[in-house]
Structures are given as C-alpha cells and as structure tokens.
C-alpha cells in the first residue's frame, strides 16, 4: 500500500476535526404542562405528544 509521501499539516487536521465535537440536544417545552421535553418525544411528565394524549400517566407518579 501506497504510504504519504508528506505530513499534513496541524491546520489541516484541525479543520477535519472542526465537526467531531458533542452537541446539545434541541429542547422544547410542553405546552400542555411546560416540562421541558427532547423534540419529536412523548412529554415524560404528562404524557403528551403533539397535543394529544400518548401515554396514560397515573397520578401517583
């Protein structure tokens, strides 16, 4: 196999690596119980998706 005939340079590998980094996860809040909540996910607090009920929560919990 065929091996670099140079070395990259640090700015060149730096700029490859530019995107490898975590992110946040995008939040929104509840409009039936103002609980943040991850987008496209049932609400964990009160059980709504998209203004309609998902999951039936007990009041226990």
Known sequence: MP???RRHSKQRRDKRRANDHALVPT???CPNC???????RVCPSCGFY???????????E
């Open 34 to 40: 103002n609980a943040t909540v991850l987008y496209h």
């Open 50 to 60: 998209r203004g309609k009920l998902a999951i039936e929560k007990n009041a226990a």
């Open 27 to 29: 939040t929104a809040k």
């Open 3 to 5: 091996n670099p005939k």
